[in-house]
């Protein structure tokens, strides 16, 4: 079998079974599939692993680093219509430019300065991007996100004073503890904070997500495979 070929049956074999599981989940737990956005992590990854996934009918993707994204997303982007990027890592405010061009959506607002500069982007280029605000669950100091006392108030401030579009919250559970307990705090917290969104899950729990209200997932190695 030449490479290319294995690649691509590896590739979309791994997001069927990702498809399976997310649909398995939903019944299980009284939701519609559709409830669900597949975000797929291609951090890391290339556009030669990239594209046997968006053969597969696979459409929101994910990255971590902006300058890593436009490397390749472009031209992705240009070849198939409809693809819809996330930023999912954190963002510096000199890459903002750059970040509300490409992205159609940003995961990791977490602090002021980043909202503030968001707004004024979108505002010069007319863009509508979608935002959530970064909860840090764990309040782990070296981890990014607001403090779950403060993520009402600072989803009101990016959506009222700022004018953002704030879709909802998104967590990175602390590696070393249960993450369901993190999974139901950003729920409790994102109705609190009248949003609907709830990105949180990813490759080893995002099925124990789905059963607590996520609306995103993230699966990176789920379905690319491990990463060098």
Do not use: Y
Not at 19 to 32: F, L, S, V
């Amino acid at each position: 079998m030449p490479q290319d070929t294995a690649i691509d049956a590896s590739a979309t074999d791994r997001l069927q079974a990702v498809r399976d599981k997310i649909a398995k989940r939903c019944e299980e737990t009284g939701r519609e599939p559709s409830e669900v956005v597949l975000v797929a992590v291609s951090k890391t990854f290339d556009a030669s692993a990239i594209r046997p996934v968006i053969r597969a009918g696979q459409r929101v993707f994910g990255e971590n680093r902006v300058q890593e994204a436009l490397g390749k997303w472009p031209a992705l982007k240009a070849e198939t219509p409809g693809i819809q990027l996330h930023l999912i890592g954190p963002l510096q405010s000199n890459k903002t430019k750059e970040a509300v061009a490409l992205f159609d959506v940003i995961e990791s607002v977490d602090r002021e300065k980043i909202a503030r500069a968001i707004a004024t982007e979108c505002e010069k280029t007319g863009k509508a991007l979608t935002v959530f605000v970064q909860v840090n669950t764990g309040e782990e100091p070296q981890k990014a996100g607001v403090s779950p006392a403060e993520t009402a108030s600072f989803a009101a401030m990016c959506r009222d004073t700022l004018g953002l579009n704030v879709a909802g919250l998104m967590c990175i559970p602390p590696i070393e503890e249960e993450p369901a307990l993190h999974f139901a705090l950003l729920d409790k917290l994102a109705f609190e904070a009248g949003v609907e969104g709830r990105s949180m899950g990813m490759s080893a729990d995002f099925e124990t997500a789905i059963g607590l209200g996520a609306t995103q997932i993230r699966v990176g190695s789920a379905i690319f495979g491990p990463r060098g």
